[in-house]
């Protein structure tokens, strides 16, 4: 595996690799030395064309604790925004040595291009394109949730219950349901959830007004309703993903996706009823930024029962994940993660003694 482009690329066996990856990832941040050697003398470039403050900052902390050299292109004030191609910035990243380049772009197949030209010889990492995919994300959601209903929670629930076969490293989400509520139309976070949590064994259902539901979504791995409290009563998920509304991709009133804000949050927003309505295990999550008061009500989003802050924790760990599998290992026969954890830590210690 050489880029990380969506995640139908990925198989089961990938996917799991990557998590427990990072599971072994987190584990170390927890320590006294945080930063592990294992990509020095690495340069990771984030070359991003499209605004990001999150996404950025996860990939550069993640990229830095790896010991790894790290340079930040935007595409505002830069050489792009007097004309420069994609083709011309990536020869220039390759002239400059890059090992890995992390892209967000607004155009969606922009890394596959990067990637399949020829013009990079780096590994390439999909950090956002267009309305196509963001694997990242997705991959630490689904770290989010086997982390949160693992085997022995569920049987506390449950004690009826078989163990889930996720609950641990080497495990995967076979059994969970998952609501992904929202603005699915703009949201390249639900189109790749929808094909990793599928790969992973879990069961999804997307609910949103008809005007944000993609046209082909019938041929998605996934059931569709336009009713989020049928969804919360029937399906009695385990996870309740909210999208967040994409308003810029709108005109400022709505642009005929629907009605007003107020309908919306009154159709599909998590408020505190819906809240209370969710089963006690059931984890809120949301891929941020949030718009308090529409898809999310400020209760929903602060309750003890959602998991908003710590999915950015966890972004960090799996996008230390996937820069070391891709330039240190890969996905075959890769270097123990427990090594990554403790030798690698060790010997830090030993170098600054």
């Known amino acids: ?58 990939f550069e902390t993640a ?11 935007s595409a505002k004030g830069s050489s792009v925004s007097k004309g420069e191609s994609l083709k011309d910035t990536a020869l220039t990243l390759q002239a400059m040595g890059a090992d890995a380049v992390v892209i967000r772009h607004q155009s969606s197949g922009a890394p596959h291009t990067l990637a399949t030209s020829g013009w990079v010889d780096s590994a390439v990492i999909n950090a956002g394109d267009g309305m196509h995919q963001h694997p990242t994300q997705a991959l630490l959601d689904a770290y989010t949730i086997r982390r949160h209903l693992s085997g022995e929670r569920r049987d506390a629930r449950d004690p009826a219950a078989a163990p889930l076969a996720g609950a641990g490293l080497g495990g995967d989400l076979t059994g969970l349901k998952v609501a992904i509520v929202g603005d699915v139309l703009h949201s390249r976070v639900a ?13 999804v259902t997307l609910v949103a007004p008809p005007t944000l539901v993609p046209v082909g979504v019938e041929a998605w791995p996934c059931a569709v309703s336009y009713h989020l409290d049928e969804v919360l009563t029937d399906v009695q ?42 089963p006690d295990h059931t984890i809120v999550m949301h891929p941020g930024p949030m718009n308090r008061g529409l898809e999310i009500s400020a209760e929903a989003a602060d309750s ?49 003694q």
Not at 191 to 203: E, F, K, M, P
Not at 238 to 249: S, Y
Not at 255 to 277: I, Q
């Open 1 to 58: 595996m050489k880029h990380l482009l969506t995640t139908a690329d990925l198989t089961r066996a990938d996917a799991i690799s990557i998590l427990d990856t990072a599971a072994q990832m987190a584990a170390t941040q927890s320590r006294e030395i945080k930063k592990l050697p294992t990509l020095r003398g690495r340069t990771v470039v984030n070359l991003f064309f499209e605004d990001s403050t999150r996404t950025r900052i996860s």
């Open 63 to 73: 990229a830095k604790r790896l010991s790894a050299d790290v340079i930040n292109f």
């Open 304 to 352: 003890p029962r959602a998991v908003i802050v710590e999915q950015v924790a966890n972004g960090v760990a799996v996008r230390m994940a996937v820069l070391y599998l891709l330039l240190a290992g890969d996905m075959s026969n890769q270097v123990p993660a427990q090594n990554v954890s403790s030798q690698k830590v060790s010997s830090q210690k030993a170098g600054h």
């Open 237 to 278: 998920p385990d996870a309740v993903m909210m999208l967040r509304v994409q308003r810029e991709r709108m005109s400022s009133a709505g642009g005929g996706f629907f009605p007003s804000p107020l309908e919306y949050t009154r159709n599909y927003g998590l408020d505190r009823r819906r809240l209370a309505h969710l």
């Open 191 to 203: 189109r790749s959830n929808v094909q990793l949590l599928h790969t992973l064994g879990a069961d």
